[in-house]
């Protein structure tokens, strides 16, 4: 029962971790692009606000917990499978957002 838990207890992170990939691509990101028109921006913050960046680490995420819930695998290999979705989704997200604020911290710094 122990080993459902943590499979169940990882997808609900990963539903989390892709509420919070939706709130930044279909909000924060959109205002972020609005906010920096067209001035010129590092590579980083160009690829966090591209359109592309955030779905793929999200949907790789994804896959990797859904592939998780698989019966063919053992418990251990469900258990990497959908931790490695829950970073790749949650570390495409922090960067993302990381990257996006970016060129507004360093506007404030003295």
């Not at 989704?89 to 911290?105: R, S």
Request: with cysteine; charged share 10%.
């Amino acid at each position: 029962m122990r080993k459902h838990a943590v499979l169940f207890v990882l997808a609900a992170l990963e539903t989390a971790g892709l509420a919070l990939s939706a709130l930044f691509w279909f909000v924060m990101r959109r205002d972020l692009t609005v906010a920096y028109g067209g001035r010129a921006m590092p590579f980083s913050t160009n690829l966090a606000l591209s359109g592309g960046f955030v779905p793929a680490t999200s949907v790789v995420g994804a896959l990797l917990v859904v592939a998780a819930g698989l019966p063919r695998l053992r418990a251990k290999t469900r258990t990497y499978f959908a931790g490695a979705g829950l970073v790749c989704t949650v570390f495409g997200l922090a960067f993302a957002i990381a990257a996006a604020y970016a060129p507004a911290f360093q506007q404030m710094a003295p």
